[in-house]
């Protein structure tokens, strides 16, 4: 079924209110959710809900607790996400950075006591629209093998990074995870009772396996590109999990969550802004221009899948299966009284 964005927004708000959440932060969750469905990552969006609230009643995430942020020196930040709706604490830093970056040229926060964000693209593609150049990273409970391994030794450790175009074009962004397929599409791809292609996981018994049941009966992912994805994982792993202090994620003294650590580089302290994104647009309109290859229509820059998707379904609505429409109805309580701040 088709379902507008605004109506997804508002039963997302409503399960987050019902399971602790004060309404303007459950708003906030809300909308980064269901923008990721809206530009077409399904696997960051409403779907993971269920997780939520299930975080939730297990005290993993504090529904009513607010992030704080702190200069530790300048130029650096640590957010105390305080075991707070991940979204909160990143939208905390997308808010304090371009001050820090506007201030020093460039700002680092670190997220200590982080839930799952969502989807990194969200928060540089922000950053990115206020002249900066943007890029965020974290680490995550282990899932993925190293090279040449077949034991879970590194997170799904995603990258993203975001640079402004001309007005009126989205941003460059680049977001992925460093494993060859991001844990949340693998189970989009298991409820759907689909077979995904080799190299992306591995069974029990290190096998190659195309069977997504298999990796959440112990198998492991496999990092994207072989050796240079895991290489980018491990940096992540050990960047990500230290700075933030939630640790590495196979690593005794292990913290659990999502060690995430955004940076933003102010334009205008190497060259006037707009001359970037001049010369940024001309450069992504050469390659738009770019004869296609065989078996390819056009060449698109990083970014501009999604803006497509956007428009679409901002037009027809987001596809959400029956199941998952039956199980967000399921997760709909009422609402407890707002115990105030």
Known sequence: MLVPAEKLRELATGILV??????????????SLVLSNVVGHDSHGVRRLSGYVGEVHEGRIDPRARPTVDAVRPGALVVHGRRAFGQLAAAAAVRALPGVAGRYGCGVA?????NHVGRLGEYVAALAEQDLVALAFGNADPTVAPYGGRERRLGTNPLAWAVPRAAGSPPVVMDWATSAVAEGKLAVARDGRERVPEGLLLDVDGRVSTEPADFYAGGALLPFGGHKGYGLSV???????LLSTTGIGSMPGYRGGFGTVLVAVDIAAFLPPRRFREKTEAFCLALAATPPADGHSEVLVPGEPEERVRRRRDRDGVPIDEATWRELHALLVPAKEDRGP
Request: aromatic share 0%; glycine share 16%.
């Open 235 to 241: 940096l992540i792993e050990i960047v990500g999990g």
């Open 18 to 31: 019902g399971a602790g959440a004060r309404s303007p932060d459950a708003e906030v969750v809300a909308r």
């Open 110 to 114: 670190a997220i200590r006591e982080c």
